[in-house]
């Protein structure tokens, strides 16, 4: 078992399904849900986003 880090405020996420993945095309972030939503209301702005829904 590994712990998921938010790759912007660094905190471990913990739980699989508070994960937000963000695909950029050329790369791809795991992000906690508060810095996830912050990054998809700007990326979908710009309508440059392909969000995945980890919620399962
Ligand atoms: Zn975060």
């Known amino acids: ?3 998921i880090k938010c790759d912007i405020c660094k905190d471990v996420i913990g739980d699989e399904r508070k ?7 050329w790369d791809r972030f795991d992000l906690c849900a508060a810095c996830g939503w ?4 700007f990326l979908q702005d710009k309508k440059l986003v392909k969000l995945e829904d980890v919620s399962c």
């Open 19 to 25: 994960k937000i993945m963000v695909g950029f095309g």
């Open 38 to 41: 912050e990054v998809v209301d």
């Open 1 to 3: 078992m590994y712990a």
